[in-house]
């Protein structure tokens, strides 16, 4: 079993960039806290895994996920990206200018997400992220499953939750909400899903070809 050490040399192994380390600065400063390092890695490695065109960000913070995904994209893909905060995606604006993104790349969506994705197109994604309200995860898997293509993948942040997941004597919502998210997927016949002991918790699930 991995060590505290070894858990965190994960974390580290592909570092941050100047650009990554500002935007995750702002998202701190606007209370916005972003993905970990190792989680960003493993968002652009999915990415780059299933050759992404279309990816569909749920949250989008200052822009530290969506850059980590726009970097594992086909260089003619299109990150959509839902939250109901402007501010923040000004600010993902503004990081995805510093990086280079063109306006091209980057459809910012304002609004709440189960509002925003029931409009999006059934089977139209190869990858899904989730990490805005985890009291709707439910919610946003069975938007996922019907947004993504046969061999999309969906992931969710914080699929860990501060240790609580793991530990039956805590019930608090967002807890509860988190841990019948796993059982959900695992349970699902349509996905074979992994838990990613990064970060907080990166649970991730690939959408099956119709038998």
């Given at each position: 079993m991995a060590t505290p050490a070894s858990l965190e040399y994960a974390e580290d192994f592909v570092p941050e960039d100047d650009i990554l380390r500002t935007a995750r600065q702002r998202g701190i400063e606007v209370g916005a806290p972003p993905i970990l390092p190792g989680c960003g890695a493993a968002l652009c490695f999915l990415a780059t895994?299933?050759?992404?065109?279309?990816?569909?960000?749920?949250?989008?913070?200052c822009g530290v996920s969506g850059l980590w995904l726009l970097r594992g994209m086909r260089?003619?893909?299109?990150?959509?990206?839902?939250?109901?905060?402007?501010?923040?995606?000004?600010?993902?604006?503004?990081?995805?200018?510093?990086?280079?993104?063109?306006?091209?790349?980057?459809?910012?969506?304002?609004?709440?997400?189960?509002?925003?994705?029931?409009?999006?197109?059934?089977?139209?994604?190869?990858?899904?992220?989730?990490?805005?309200?985890?009291?709707?995860?439910?919610?946003?898997?069975?938007?996922?499953?019907?947004?993504?293509?046969?061999?999309?993948?969906?992931a969710f942040d914080n699929a860990l939750w501060?240790?609580?997941?793991?530990?039956?004597?805590?019930?608090d919502p967002d807890t509860v909400a988190i841990r019948e998210l796993g059982r959900m997927v695992r349970a699902d016949e349509r996905l074979r899903p992994l838990m990613l002991p990064l970060g907080d918790g990166l649970l991730v699930a690939v959408k099956l070809p119709a038998s």
């Open positions: 895994v299933v050759n992404a065109r279309s990816v569909v960000e749920v949250g989008t913070g260089p003619d893909g299109t990150l959509t990206s839902v939250d109901v905060e402007p501010e923040h995606q000004r600010m993902a604006r503004q990081t995805f200018a510093e990086a280079g993104y063109s306006g091209s790349r980057i459809r910012l969506i304002g609004g709440r997400a189960l509002d925003v994705l029931p409009r999006l197109a059934d089977g139209g994604y190869d990858m899904v992220f989730c990490d805005a309200a985890t009291q709707e995860y439910l919610d946003y898997l069975t938007e996922s499953v019907r947004l993504l293509r046969p061999g999309g993948v969906v501060r240790d609580r997941v793991a530990d039956p004597t805590q019930r």
